[in-house]
């Protein structure tokens, strides 16, 4: 197949590739329906992917991975900077030219067998300021068909990208060479996990990913693009590439403000960026489900477009109870891995609301069901196009991005931290979003029950250079000339009370935080000043069903013990690990939140 760009450094690189893996064929992808089609029946035909029913799920499909590939591997994930210092404490760091000796080992002949796709992708709107343009090379069927789902891939792309024009090189294998005549089987491919690597190249804009065939360690657009690598270039040229969920909200007079969201991994983004509110004449319609790119515009707005076209979204606790929407979004075209399959040829998990059909039901790993283990991963995943979710906003994929009046940090914790607060100002909001922590359980982690683990803007994972420079980078952000700064706030759906009673209910109700900060960026008044910043009354959120005038007190209460706890963690735990690049505005916003707790 001759190749369909004139882009030197394009065909350079796949010439370059194809000669280290010594791939069977190179495929360039296309985008098409077709080829999608394709991309599934070939792995139908290599046993690894099962067909649903057609009729219950149209363009339903599942997938089993090993079971030794089921998740982001982040002490196998690397920030090759020049030098360590520039990847920070937070990030693993190999010497970029090391890493690269290793990995060309690695990839040597590891395509043979196999054919390579070269994937041209738009991470965002084609054409848009605010879109950037990778190339994924893969050797995974697999890959290009969640490609098609969460990016824009195709021939239009190359067209953008010109003869000259810059992209971002992403170079994926599965890490398993085939044999002459041999084929996968039914096993999913990828490589032991010493021999995995997820690498990243922040001063080059490269990412090199081996052995894994896992979303979050292949689909190379989402993590390692579009916030690992995009984070660094937007330290570099000025905007922000965050982990964060965008939705719209309209009052009931129909007046519509656009809300950015942090929330560390499994809080709940995807159901809180799809949220039926309670509240009534409310609505919330989904614009981004993980990552936001925001930009400044001339009218000193910030606009946020989500550069993904498809949510990569946890199956296990979603339900017509969590989110309506998202049950709604999978009913057709679905890529499922690692859910249970039924007796009647559908998908289950934990958590979806109601008890499979009678008869057995296969694992995640193939087995008929035992009920010892959960039927599903924790960790399965739909990919499934964002344009079917009945939630999308209209402006969802508008090349202009829509403009941020708000933006929220928030995790997992059971105390101290109240349902809601407002920052007293930008560079309190930045130490809000610089503190964020959740709660992770022994099982999780090998860390204490009850732990908190500092997840600051919810980008420990994601963030492609030093901690300490990316909150500077924050702080400068709100220096931006002629900024119109979107107010931040810090949310808290999972409080507990001493017994261990989830004192909010969440979900659709938390439209009633939504509502009080919406009116807060319009200037209503049902707020007062405290000590840790601006706080609703319980009059101005109301109380939801079943929770008790006692419980609104504890949710809005300001906790001093425990805020003092918090600054104590802080000061001792948390900022000295930045070293000298913690931004001297966020100690001070740390000694002045201790002196007014203490008066
Ligand atoms: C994700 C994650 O997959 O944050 O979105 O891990
Ligand atoms: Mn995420």
């Known amino acids: 197949m001759s190749a369909p760009t004139q882009n030197a450094k394009l065909l350079q690189w796949v010439q370059e590739v194809a000669a280290m893996t010594q791939p069977t064929a190179v495929v360039w992808c296309d985008g098409s329906q077709a080829e999608y089609d394709r991309m599934i029946q070939t792995t139908i035909d290599a046993g690894l992917a099962t067909p649903l029913d057609q009729a219950k799920r149209p363009g339903g499909y599942l997938f089993r991975s090993d079971p030794s590939d089921v998740a982001r591997v982040e002490n196998r994930t690397y920030i090759a900077s020049k030098s360590p210092e520039d990847a920070g ?113 922040p001063e080059e804009r490269l990412i090199w990913s081996y052995g894994s065939g896992y979303g979050g360690n292949a689909l190379l657009g989402k993590k390692c693009l579009a916030l690992r690598i995009a984070s660094a270039q937007a330290r570099d040229e000025g905007w922000l590439a965050e982990h964060m969920l965008i939705l719209k909200l309209t009052n ?63 199956a296990p606790g979603t339900s ?87 933006i929220l940090f928030g995790g997992r914790r059971p105390g101290t931290i109240p349902l809601v607060h407002e920052a007293r100002s930008w560079n ?16 999780a982690l090998d860390l204490k029950a009850g732990t908190v683990r500092r997840d600051p803007f919810a980008m420990l994972p994601f963030c492609g250079y030093h901690m300490g420079d990316y909150f500077q980078h924050w702080i400068d952000i709100g220096k931006t000339p002629g900024a ?24 659709g109700e938390n439209s009633r935080v939504l509502k009080w900060i919406f009116e807060q960026c319009d200037g209503l008044d049902g707020s007062q000043e405290t000590e840790i910043g601006i706080m609703p009354s319980a009059e101005a959120i109301g109380r939801p069903e079943g929770v008790s005038a006692e419980d609104m007190a504890e949710l809005l209460t300001v906790d001093r013990e425990g805020w003092r706890a918090e600054i104590a963690d802080v000061h001792a735990n948390h900022y000295p690990k930045f070293g000298s690049r913690m931004p001297a505005e966020l100690w001070q916003e740390l000694r002045e939140l201790e002196a007014r707790l203490a008066s």
């Open 89 to 201: 404490p937070t990030n693993n760091w190999i010497d970029p030219e090391a890493l690269k000796a290793t990995m060309r080992g690695l990839y040597t002949g590891c395509m043979s067998g196999r054919t390579m796709y070269v994937i041209p992708f738009s991470m965002g709107p084609i054409g848009s300021p605010i879109a950037k343009i990778g190339v994924e090379i893969s050797d995974s069927a697999y890959v290009v068909a969640n490609m098609h789902i969460m990016t824009r891939v195709g021939t239009k792309v190359l067209e953008v990208l010109g003869k000259d024009g810059e992209f971002i090189p992403c170079l994926h294998s599965v890490g398993k060479p085939l044999a002459e005549g041999q084929s996968d089987n039914g096993q999913w491919p990828s490589a032991p996990v010493d021999h995995k690597y997820i690498s990243h190249f």
């Open 252 to 314: 009931p007079e129909g007046k519509s403000k656009f809300v950015a969201a942090a929330f560390p991994s499994a809080c709940g983004k995807t159901n809180l960026a799809m949220l039926v509110p309670t509240v009534p004449g409310w609505k919330v319609e989904t614009i981004g489900d993980d990552i936001a790119w925001m930009k400044f515009h001339s009218d000193g707005q910030l606009y946020a477009i989500n550069p993904e076209a498809g949510f990569f979204g946890v």
């Open 320 to 406: 017509v109870k969590s989110n309506p929407n998202a049950m709604t979004t999978i009913a057709k075209n679905t890529i499922f891995t690692n859910v249970a399959l039924t007796s009647d040829n559908d998908v289950w998990w934990e958590g979806i609301g109601f008890d499979p059909p009678a008869g057995d039901v296969i694992d995640w790993k193939g087995k008929v069901w035992d009920k010892k283990e959960p039927a599903a991963h924790p960790n399965a995943r739909f990919t499934v196009p964002a344009s079917q979710c009945p939630a999308a906003a209209a402006e969802w994929q508008d090349p202009a991005g829509v403009p941020i009046s708000a």
């Open 428 to 443: 309190h909001g930045v130490f809000l979003g610089s503190i964020v922590g959740s709660e992770v359980t022994a099982a």
């Open 484 to 507: 119109k700064l979107p107010r931040i706030f810090c949310v808290n759906w999972f409080r507990k009370d001493a017994g261990g009673r989830w004192l909010w209910p969440g979900y």
